[in-house]
């Protein structure tokens, strides 16, 4: 819904929360700009409606900016970034200026494509049409260049502690459901329902042994940002697709490819980042065969969020960035 606001000029500014990328696929699908912060740096007071004051600090999720131009991001992040009125007596937050100014400056990463998630032609010809670009202008792209991590590790290791923070929201009667059906799977079951049932039943000494597989890719991938700036890969699978309500969303399926593609599968692209908490902006990119918005998501160094930001906003004066939908 924000997303769609802002393209159809309806607002200037939104926020929204990411776990799973609803900041980001949002933005993909809508042509807009979003920002998905660095884990823990914006306070979560105030996004929910009374009782609820605040969300607990819940694992994975942020808190974070969309608008219809990259400079808009900055402008929100300067806003709600730091410590909320609770925290504040004890730390303050000073996130680092963008180190880089422009293109030649950067040397980044390009991902379009991965077996666990396998990405729409009509997506990665953005995204490749975009290499292009790039280093026309001067930045120094390598395409398939990427963190010294197994993504289907990576992908589980994310799902599994994905579930297990949004296990709070089950009833104790649904919690207990998990509890059966998650006794009945067979242990070479790897379908994205069997890793959501063992996440939401996770005891607490599982969920530290995935927390511990977590940091080690943290420390893989800061490795990778001492010789890349940026890592730029897909935010979704797919342009947008038609709405659906029936069955469990593992069951819906949309086309990828002339083949049908679980709706949850373009969740990899969500944890890939969010997972080792890593912020990510998605820029709009000019608009492929089907005439719909699709976009890149630029991932950096962790508290690097305005060296993301501002490479959007150098893509953005590239490709024209946000265009306004017919009759709008």
């Not at 944890?271 to 990119?285: D, K, S």
Request: hydrophobic share 40%; charged share 20%.
């Amino acid at each position: 819904g924000s997303a769609a606001a802002l393209a159809a000029g309806f607002s200037a500014l939104e926020f929204g929360s990411d776990i799973g990328a609803s900041i980001r696929n949002p933005a993909h699908y809508c042509g807009v700009f979003g920002h998905k912060p660095t884990y823990g740096i914006c306070s979560t007071k105030g996004h929910h409606v009374p009782p609820y004051d605040a969300m607990s600090d819940l694992d994975i999720a942020v808190i974070g900016p969309m608008a219809r131009s990259a400079t808009d991001l900055a402008l929100a992040l300067d806003v709600i970034a730091g410590a909320d009125d609770i925290d504040s007596i004890g730390w303050q937050l000073r996130l680092p200026p963008t180190d880089k100014l422009i293109l030649k400056d950067f040397r980044v990463g390009m991902l379009v494509d991965d077996p666990n998630a396998e990405v729409d032609q009509e997506v990665q010809q953005g995204l490749l049409e975009l290499v292009e670009t790039l280093r026309d202008a001067g930045a120094t792209v390598d395409l398939g260049a990427i963190p010294d991590i197994d993504t289907t590790d990576a992908h589980t290791t994310y799902l599994t502690l994905l579930r297990s923070a949004t296990s709070e929201w089950l009833s104790d009667e649904d919690f207990d459901d998990h509890q059966r059906r998650v006794a009945e799977l067979s242990t070479d079951d790897n379908s994205y329902e069997a890793a959501m049932l063992r996440g939401t039943t996770l005891g607490h000494r599982a969920w530290l042994h995935a927390h511990a597989e977590r940091y080690r890719q943290r420390h893989k991938w800061a490795q990778y940002f001492e010789r890349y700036d940026l890592l730029l890969c897909p935010a979704a699978t797919t342009v947008a697709f038609p709405h659906m309500h029936e069955g469990e969303r593992w069951e819906r399926m949309m086309s990828v490819n002339g083949k049908p593609q679980p709706t949850t599968t373009p969740l990899f692209w969500a944890g890939y980042p969010g997972n080792v908490y890593l912020p990510a902006t998605v820029a709009p990119l000019p608009q492929g065969s089907s005439g719909l918005p699709r976009g890149v998501q630029v991932v950096g160094p962790q508290y690097r969020d305005y060296r993301c930001i501002h490479f959007a906003a150098l893509i953005e004066q590239l490709t024209g960035g946000f265009k306004a939908p017919a009759g709008f």
